[in-house]
């Protein structure tokens, strides 16, 4: 991280802040469900509030993303979209998905090419000295003749 400016050094440590407050209220109903089931009888124990365990899990996702924008600024986060910038950050994963895309193409030519080996190329054919007739370019003998090629 280069220079942060104090407004997104705040916004990191309120982002952080949250993150732990959130936590802490998360991990506190696992321990009332811990004392819940371990004495269920128990007239003092409660039944734990699973939705402050959410609103607790809420206040994690939040400050999280308070965190990001602090530490990478707005459009880095990808939260408040500046159109340009984001485009920007996606350009290098645009590039290396057309690069795959690329590889892909490459791929079946190279399959079509394996499974259709004639396709394309010119066949060539020998005239035998004899009796005319066209054989294969790597004959070795006229098919028709029997003559040396
Ligand atoms: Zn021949």
Redesign the pocket.
Known sequence: MAKLSNERKVTYYIGMGLIVLGFILFISVFFQVASFTNDPFSPTSTEPSFSSAIFGFVLMIIGGIVSSIGARGAAGSGVILDPDKAREDLKPFNEAKGQMLNDVIGNIDAVNNITKPTEGKEIIKVK?R????LNDEDAKF?K??G?SL
Request: net charge negative; aromatic share 0%.
């Open positions: 035998c004899s009796c005319g007739a006229c028709s003749c003559e």
